[in-house]
DNA sequence: GTCTATGTTTCTCAATTTGAGAACTTCCCA
DNA sequence: TGGGAAGTTCTCAAATTGAGAAACATAGAC
């Protein structure tokens, strides 16, 4: 024992609260000569005597207030952990990976209920592409994260969060898609290479015999709808997003086919590592699901 | 052991810290074995995993996260109680008892060199007059007194604290012994029966074969100024408290012959018992004396 | 005074917990 | 395919803990 030891405190306590060994006994269910002992060790242990012995009676000295203090800190620190790790209600922090359109069309609202069910979980969001996501899920750098399809991920479970539909993006003035198939040809502007959406985009490119000019690379929403109603080329989103970052105005979307347009978010975590929090979060998406 | 214990704890913590079960025990000087089996008797008691085990790493686990954050505050507080406890510097609650007239005119200047000097020690004043003062000490309400002679304390530790001399306190019209003689022979203001200043005013009245009509018994030196001042009889305080409470003005004080004008306040404790905070409030005393 | 009720402390012994060391298992990497 | 690094399991000895009996102390009651 190199640390005092919980138990000693609270047979420390019981002694005080009760005003004796012998109560502190029975309120503890120990033996007399068991409370005598602990609590004479713990005075050895501290070097400091906790209790004026005299006339049978035990008063506390001044050191002994001191630790007495310290003890129902620290008993009740202990006792509120113990409660969270053994409550079966959902606590503590929860850390998710999230790609950006989903946390900026999709999570809001779903976050804001959970926090509301459950104040006692911390959310913390990390933003990131599908890959890098997925990667760290695999890390334990974060419990879950929402990702997009396509995605390769047979080690990990996996569950459907959302459908979203995606749309060419592209400057107000280009009327058909014809037209927007020569602006790619251009210039193409998408998140990094992780992301499915490029992916997605670039399928379609493909599919459509285009080779773009150049990759515009940006890091948000609000920067790519910036760069597409500038005229710069196009870009690819969910129409949630598009919605979300209040972009009806500035640039127009244009329909895909459905083989490219549908996609879905799922919410992906390692299989078997599954904690309250987490679990209470599928329940959420559940919730949202049937409404 | 019911409650979780800080050992279990530290092994836990310095596993998460150094990644690892090997360089736990190096750091902690024990074997791997038991490093491995103290944390695997954790995840059984708190029922559940703290640690992903996985091709001879650990992960933290999000329940192990949680636990995490109450080690962390566990332990740091048990080190902060057990280096309160053990250190040699004052800290924790310093409870005295004292007279009204040593916490008027004597304390201020003390108390407040004595906080700056060790302000971890909390301090609590409790006043009362001597008889009531002692009792408190032997009861370890207080943990020592300032009382003023005569008393008895034979079981109690004594060091001489402050030396006063009594006046007696008489209007302002009142301009020799003889007239304060007749006026007391009217009415007495003093302190409680238990007040020392009292019993030696009584002391005085009897020697001048003085027999008061009535005692006015008051709670504070300001009451009793300005009753004396209202010319309702006569009272006895230090000259120190005299001054303390700026009664020069509405009052007067008529000198008493020397045995009944010396006295001296003690500060008592109980045989044996001192501690740290104590010790340190006799040493800033001899501090004072000295000066 | 002595007795009794109520406490505390001490002692001994058995049960439990803990820690060391060696053997065993896995996985990774050259 | 054979080390090396890491975690786990097993066994045994040592330390700690808890129960119960007995000794010891004190304050009232008679």
Redesign the pocket.
């Known amino acids: 024992?190199r640390n005092i030891?919980i138990?000693s405190l609270e047979i420390f306590k019981a002694v005080v609260d009760c005003g004796?060994?012998?109560r502190a006994a029975v309120r503890l269910n120990?033996?007399?000569?068991?409370i005598?002992?602990?609590?004479?060790?713990l005075e050895e242990r501290l070097q400091v005597s906790l209790f004026h012995?005299e006339?049978?009676k035990?008063v506390l000295t001044a050191e002994g207030q001191k630790l007495l203090t310290y003890a129902e800190r620290l008993l009740r620190l202990s006792a509120e952990a113990e409660a969270a790790l053994m409550s079966r209600l959902p606590s503590g922090a929860l850390r998710i990976g999230t790609l950006e359109s989903t946390a900026a069309a999709r999570l809001p609202p779903l976050l804001s209920s959970y926090h509301e069910r459950y104040p006692e979980v911390r959310i913390e969001l990390v933003t990131g592409d599908t890959t890098s996501m997925i990667e760290r899920v695999r890390n334990f750098d974060v419990q879950a994260a929402f990702v997009s399809e396509p995605f390769r991920a047979d080690d990990l479970e996996t569950c459907l969060a959302f459908s979203e539909e995606l749309a060419l993006i592209a400057p107000k003035n280009v009327v058909s898609i014809t037209e927007a198939r020569k602006l790619a040809q251009r210039t193409v502007i998408a998140f990094a290479t992780g992301c499915s959406y490029r992916r997605i985009l670039e399928n379609w490119l493909s599919a459509s015999r285009i080779m773009p000019g150049r990759v515009l690379e940006l890091a948000s929403y609000h920067a790519i709808t910036a760069c597409v109603a500038a005229g710069s080329g196009i870009g690819i989103m969910p129409r949630s997003v598009l919605k979300a970052v209040n972009a009806g105005g500035q640039v127009q979307a244009l329909p895909l086919s459905p083989e490219f347009s549908q996609t879905r978010t799922h919410l992906v975590w390692r299989v078997g590592y599954s904690s309250l929090a987490l679990e209470a979060l599928q329940e959420e998406l559940r919730r949202f699901d049937s409404d």
Chains 1, 2 share one sequence.
Do not use: F
């Open positions: 024992m030891d138990d004796g060994v012998t120990r033996v007399q000569s068991n005598t002992t602990r609590v004479k060790n012995r006339s049978g035990l």
